[in-house]
């Protein structure tokens, strides 16, 4: 018997991977569910907390950030994907913070999947990451999220009674910002005043 070309192998294991929801690790995450587990250290950085809307110290929650949308992105200093995706990510952070009818409503954090705070800090000043960056050192958040691979993006849109409920996932990095983001736009629902 002839082994299998690697290409239908992959073809065939691609097709296998359920469509729908965060898979890894057999946990998984359907839209318009709220994403638990997800807390976080409030920024030490008076910019970082004025973005996300927060004040004092302690932990926050994707509730407590003042935006109806939270852009999640989980990354990892070391993944050459993540390291490529880096000037996208910013180029659609621009594009957002420059349209007056987005900015405000759209809010983007990342976490950095097994990396220390040092590590962060070098990615953020390696690549110019605008927006909160958060350590995730012992894979506690990336272990909630099911171990998925990076970059992986998770968008959350806040209901009616102010519960953040995840609207999107991604695994793999942005390719057009612009499309990008009027693609988050679409699907959260998001009202946006065209100037």
């Not at 759209?106 to 690549?127: D, K, L, M």
């Not at 012992?138 to 209901?159: A, C, Q, S, W």
Request: a neutral charge.
């Amino acid at each position: 018997m002839k082994p299998l070309p690697w290409i239908v192998v992959f073809v065939v294991l691609f097709a296998l991977v359920p469509a729908g929801g965060v898979w890894g690790a057999g946990i998984s995450y359907e839209k318009g569910e709220p994403l638990p587990g997800l807390s976080l250290p409030v920024p030490q950085d008076p910019g970082a907390k004025k973005y996300l809307g927060l004040s004092g110290a302690g932990h926050f929650t994707p509730a407590d950030v003042t935006a109806p949308v939270l852009l999640v992105q989980i990354f990892s200093m070391y993944c050459p994907h993540c390291q490529r995706d880096a000037g996208n990510v910013n180029a659609f952070y621009r594009l957002m913070e420059e349209d007056p009818g987005v900015r405000g409503k759209i809010r983007v954090i990342g976490i950095g999947a097994g990396n220390s705070p040092y590590e962060v800090q070098v990615f953020r000043e390696t690549y110019g990451v605008p927006f909160p960056l958060f350590s995730d050192g012992n894979y506690e958040m990336h272990k909630k999220f099911g171990e998925v691979r990076t970059p992986f993006y998770i968008g959350l849109r806040k209901d009616d009674q102010g519960v953040p409920r995840i609207f999107f996932t991604r695994v793999g990095g942005i390719e057009n910002p612009r499309e990008f983001l009027d693609f988050l736009i679409i699907e959260s629902g998001l009202e946006v005043k065209k100037p």
